[in-house]
């Protein structure tokens, strides 16, 4: 005797498990309905200056709203999920974010989602409750006889029964799956959209990448000028008086001498502190871990230093080792200057193909990048090589910075 399932039962558990997403589905067009009518009036409103504020808002909202129906669909459909990314809607000017709302593709696309979810997702739903009495009864009937006929041309010729679905109850996964398809092929970002987002980062950041290649070269000419410079400068003034009084006075000559030695010493010592600047030596001999510990151990605020894959001797690309070290430099010279912390953290760690940096303390906060502070310089740097920063530093603390650094291994 067969023990394959009886074609109804599977008919029935497979638009069941489509008639959930379906169901789901009349809820949410009913609410993309009313958010329709909302989205008209916040835009008619922005028209009068009156609803400007609340038009990133409703952006907000809406961007939400359609990431959860992204979410939803590709589980569906048992495709990865991956966020959308939107245009910043926080922090800067007024004009500035509705400029975001308005000129962002994917703001575009959700708003004229709306209304064909309100009417899709009724009419997908309702046509599934319809099927449902009708596929009981017409598949209930058709799907019983043919079982008995499957089992019986199995018991008397060894046949393998073939997979049966139905007249009626087949058409629910159908309909959710277009339902599904239709979501995503509406509220995916075109390629267009995200290659001109792509180039609009990469052109900013190695906008950045110049800026700041600039910034320090002004800042090495200028620590050379005024320092090492400087110094020569005195150490050829002081040889030339040494050699004027040298038959007349050779104890006067002696002494510009010893200056002059003096002055080689602290000229040497700008230059040191230039090249530091540049690369530490530091670096290239102890690597990233003993550079990193003896950050902490010249920092002025306590730091715990925890290493995770980076202390096994093998080495990194050196411009990454070069970037993470000035990143932690800098951070931990604002904790020290600004802050008012007691204690301060640095946390290294490898991921696939990624570096993670991770640097926090327990001050104030209210660390601002437009302060002149230095975040900006982290950022840029960081960007420069296509990584990602995040800066949290509310007021009251406490401040923390999260770098990632591609780097290949």
């Known amino acids: 005797m ?32 009313v958010a329709t009518f909302l989205v008209v009036a916040a835009l008619l409103f922005a028209v009068v200056v009156i609803g400007l504020p609340a038009l990133p808002e409703a952006a907000k909202a809406l961007h939400r709203f359609a990431e959860f129906e992204r979410r939803r669909a590709a589980a569906y459909l048992g495709v990865p999920f991956r966020p959308t990314p939107h245009l910043p809607l926080d922090g800067d000017e007024l004009a500035e974010r509705v400029r975001y709302v308005l000129t962002d593709p994917i703001v575009r696309r959700e708003a004229l989602w709306l209304p064909f979810q309100a009417v899709a997702g009724n009419v997908v739903g309702y046509l599934a409750m319809v099927l449902w009495p009708v596929g ?22 060894g046949t393998t029964p073939p997979e049966r679905r139905g007249l009626a109850l087949r058409w629910h996964p159908v309909l959710a799956a277009l339902s599904a398809s239709w979501t995503r092929s509406l509220l995916t970002t075109p390629p267009s959209a995200e290659l001109a987002e792509r180039v609009a980062q990469l052109t900013e950041s190695r906008a950045g990448a110049v800026e700041a290649h600039g910034a320090e070269l002004r800042r090495i000419e200028r620590d050379l ?8 400068v005195a150490l050829s003034m002081r040889i030339g008086l040494a050699k004027q009084v040298l038959d007349q006075d050779p104890a006067a000559a002696r002494q510009r001498l010893e200056e002059a030695q003096d002055g080689v010493d602290a000229a040497l010592a700008e230059l040191r502190h230039v090249v530091r600047g540049i690369h530490p030596p530091i670096l290239t001999d102890r690597g990233l871990a003993g550079a990193v510990r003896a950050l902490a151990a010249d920092s002025a605020v306590p730091v715990a230093v925890e290493l ?7 080495r990194l690309p050196a411009a990454i080792e070069a970037a993470a070290y000035f990143v932690i430099a800098e951070a931990l010279t604002n904790i020290g200057k600004h802050s008012g912390a007691t204690a301060a953290r640095v946390r290294i760690g490898r991921a696939p193909g990624a570096l993670l940096v991770a640097i926090g303390d327990d001050g104030h906060g209210g660390a601002d990048e437009r302060g002149g502070s230095g975040l900006v310089g982290i950022r840029r740097r960081i960007a420069a090589l296509d990584g990602t920063t995040r800066i949290s530093s509310p007021t009251g603390g406490p401040t923390d910075i999260e770098v990632e650094l591609p780097c290949g291994s």
């Open 308 to 314: 995770d894959g980076v202390d096994d001797g093998l």
């Open 136 to 157: 009981l009864l017409v598949d209930g009937i058709a799907l019983t006889v043919v079982h008995l006929l499957d089992r019986r041309a199995t018991d008397e010729y």
């Open 225 to 232: 000028h005024d320092g090492a410079q400087a110094r020569i």
């Open 2 to 33: 067969s023990t394959t399932p009886a074609p109804l039962t599977v008919a029935v558990q497979r638009s069941w498990h489509a008639s959930r997403y379906v169901f789901i589905g009349i809820p949410i067009a009913l609410f993309a309905y």
